[in-house]
């Protein structure tokens, strides 16, 4: 890594491509299920991991400015973020996967040419948005979605181990024969 955008950029990467990692070999009954108390599974972390990156780089898009303001009601916002955590039964791990791939690459692209120097403005509406900041910086954001990225990725990991004992170490290894129907896996040449 040459300078910190492409370091950035990496580390980005990096922990998008362990999604794939865990989710190799599941079945969609397997990533529905949340096999722990906890109500998470992998295809919720998926779709959340999927949302957080939209949600935040629809930020560093818009900076400095906010991006548009969605004028649904606060109660239908909550509901749509709750349904971001599970995988509902109409939805499948391979359609999953492709929006996730699709965020992926829209996020690296704004990795590789927003000003990493441009004020993001905090929102001042959203209840878990801290009152005493008015901004953060692009590259603070950056660092902040791949924090969250990792944090999932470990919880993933877990749901994981419970759902059928596989480890990151042999679902990597895996991970270059899998096939899911109609979709091409954003590691490999197309």
């Known amino acids: ?14 922990h998008q491509s362990a999604y794939f990692a865990v989710s190799y070999g599941l079945s969609d009954e397997q990533a529905r299920s949340a096999p722990s108390v906890s109500a998470l599974s992998i295809g919720g972390l998926i779709k959340h991991a999927t949302g957080m990156q939209r949600s935040w780089m629809a930020r560093v898009a818009a900076a400095p400015d906010a991006p548009p303001k969605d004028p649904r009601p606060f109660e239908e916002l909550t509901r749509e973020f709750a349904d971001q955590h599970v995988m509902r039964p109409d939805e499948t791990l391979a359609g999953l996967l492709r929006a996730f791939e699709a965020q ?83 590691w490999s040449p197309a």
């Open 1 to 14: 890594m040459a300078d910190e955008r492409s370091a950035l950029r990496e580390f980005l990467a990096y």
């Open 104 to 186: 992926n690459a829209e996020s690296l692209r704004l990795v590789e040419t927003a000003d990493l120097d441009a004020v993001v403005p905090v929102p001042q509406d959203i209840p878990w948005f801290p009152k005493n900041q008015k901004a953060w910086s692009v590259r603070w954001v950056i660092l902040h979605v791949i924090n969250e990225l990792a944090r999932h990725a470990g919880h993933a990991d877990i749901v994981r181990e419970t759902v059928d004992g596989a480890t990151m170490y042999e679902l990597i290894a895996g991970l270059e024969d899998w096939e899911i129907e109609g979709w091409v896996k954003p």
